[in-house]
């Protein structure tokens, strides 16, 4: 059973930056692979990053690709998401999640956190 935490988020202004962390309690934490989803209000879940076990693989959706990064420590369980030049279109739920292999859909992921809302204002 893994069970994931996430913290960082809040409400900035259009420009901004975030840093949002998810720490997951589990010993085998090198051996998933990480990811963060984000659900707008009145929209399905969509997929943000992923990240491999050991970091060397990163993905990113369209959408963020260039303004938000994806890191992880391993020896702490935790996996980030820096978010920067936010924008009101960013303004989501966002869940971290965990999976035994890389992939880019939610069905996919046995794992996730509970959320942290992002609001990012104009």
């Known amino acids: 059973q893994v069970q994931l935490v996430e913290s960082g988020g809040g409400a900035v202004q259009a420009g901004g930056s975030l840093r949002l962390s998810c720490t997951a309690s589990v010993h085998t934490f090198p051996g998933y692979v990480m990811a963060w989803f984000r659900q707008a209000p009145g929209k399905e879940r969509e997929f943000v990053a992923v990240?491999?076990?050991?970091?060397?693989?990163?993905y990113y959706a369209n959408s963020v690709e260039g303004r938000f990064t994806i890191s992880r420590e391993n020896a702490k369980n935790t996996v980030h998401l820096q978010m920067n030049r936010l924008e009101p279109e960013d303004t989501a739920v966002y869940y971290c999640?965990?999976?035994?292999?890389?992939?880019?859909?939610?069905?996919?992921?046995?794992?996730w956190g509970r959320g942290t809302q992002v609001t990012v204002s104009s």
């Open positions: 999640a965990a999976a035994r292999y890389i992939a880019y859909v939610e069905s996919s992921y046995n794992y």
């Open positions: 990240i491999g076990d050991r970091g060397g693989y990163k």
